[in-house]
């Protein structure tokens, strides 16, 4: 069996710490643009979900507008009574 020797031990760690910090600098570089795309992207879809819901309440009260100027008889039905309302108590 082969032993590893304390140069290619510390090489290892070296490379390892190397590409720590890397990575490292890397998303710090990287974060604000990613963070900005989406948010854009988060911003984009609630400004979509915002305009649906416009268009269709818009749609829905230009709708209700027509059919109330259409209708000129007043739609109320006469409650029929079906009895008295009668009160338990405990005993």
Do not use: H, W
Not at 1 to 23: C, G, H, N, P, R
Not at 53 to 80: G, I, M, V
């Amino acid at each position: 069996m082969d032993q590893a020797s304390f140069q290619s031990f510390l090489k290892t760690v070296i490379i390892i710490l190397f590409v720590y910090y890397l990575f490292k600098f890397l998303v710090r570089l990287l974060a604000p643009f990613l963070m900005k795309k989406a948010m854009n992207k988060i911003q984009d879809n609630f400004q979509k979900q915002a305009d649906s819901y416009f268009n269709q309440s818009q749609n829905q009260e230009s709708t209700n507008a027509s059919q109330s100027y259409q209708s000129t008889q007043p739609k109320f039905k006469e409650k029929k009574k079906v009895g008295e309302y009668i009160d338990y108590e405990e005993v």
